[in-house]
């Protein structure tokens, strides 16, 4: 049974930073399609940041790059983002999701399992 479960969601200032961690059971990191996506109220879910079976290639949102870092521990079964250089905009819901395959990319219609969300508050 795929299950994920997020950690690590919270408030910070602007400019601040914070990880988010996804802990994985019911299958291994590789063999996923596996990510990160966030929704604010009114919106549709983002997807932010991914990696394809096997790590085989590596997505990150514009709105993201630069500032966020996705990383993986295979044996622990662990996902994580780092999230630096906070922004308002960036408050949101953030999810971890994964998927056997990634027909059209990296959308909320392309994933099968999903976390129940940690959420993010970037205020000062």
């Known amino acids: 049974q795929v299950q994920l479960v997020e950690s690590g969601g919270g408030l910070v200032q602007p400019g601040g930073s914070l990880r988010l961690s996804c802990a994985a059971s019911g299958f291994n990191l590789d063999d996923y399609h596996i990510g990160w996506f966030r929704q604010v109220p009114g919106k549709e879910r983002e997807g932010i940041s991914g990696v394809t079976k096997r790590g085989r290639t590596t997505y990150y949102a514009d709105s993201v790059k630069d500032r966020f870092t996705m990383s993986r521990d295979n044996a622990k079964k662990m996902l994580y983002l780092q999230m630096n250089n906070l922004r308002p905009e960036d408050t949101a819901v953030y999810y971890c999701?994964?998927?056997?395959?990634?027909?059209?990319?990296?959308?909320?219609?392309?994933?099968?399992?999903w976390g129940k969300g940690t959420l993010v508050t970037v205020s000062s």
């Open positions: 999701a994964a998927s056997n395959y990634l027909l059209r990319g990296w959308v909320m219609s392309s994933m099968e399992y």
